[in-house]
């Protein structure tokens, strides 16, 4: 055996050890989530619009839609704009409240007035319909 196919051995059983530490870190969060059906659909549409958002921001200049209500929000996240977009089909419904909404600073996630918080100084988009919710 050659020293570089060795090297090789050494680098695979490397990246090998880091997955397992990474799925014995995460795996528990994915059975969790798994066993209560609306908290794994509450997941799915944070991280669906968190990764839009950040795909909007990145072909925007860091800009996010526009948030001067709620209609011109989706409409930047729905429909095409040049060679950008669409970045969503619809906004999902947060199935705590059955709210399809987002709504613009103010007060903290949680208030329950919206399926969707969206801090427009930070980027941070959160669940709207609990405390327990907002911080995940």
């Not at 968190?50 to 200049?61: F, I, N």
């Not at 709504?103 to 007035?113: C, L």
């Amino acid at each position: 055996m050659t020293e570089e196919t060795r090297w090789s051995y050494v680098k695979a059983v490397i990246i090998i050890v880091i997955l397992a530490i990474v799925a014995v870190k995460v795996v528990p969060q994915f059975a969790q989530a798994s066993r209560e059906p609306k908290i794994s659909k509450l997941m799915d549409g944070l991280q669906q619009m968190r990764s839009q958002l950040d795909l909007y921001k990145a072909q925007h200049e860091d800009n996010l839609p526009l948030t001067d209500s709620f209609k011109s929000f989706k409409a930047g996240l729905t429909t095409k704009m040049g060679q950008h977009g669409p970045y969503i089909r619809k906004i999902p419904m947060n199935p705590f409240n059955s709210l399809a909404t987002v709504r613009f600073d103010g007060q903290p996630a949680g208030s329950g007035a919206a399926g969707w918080r969206l801090d427009t100084k930070t980027g941070l988009f959160q669940a709207d319909d609990s405390p327990g919710h907002a911080v995940l």
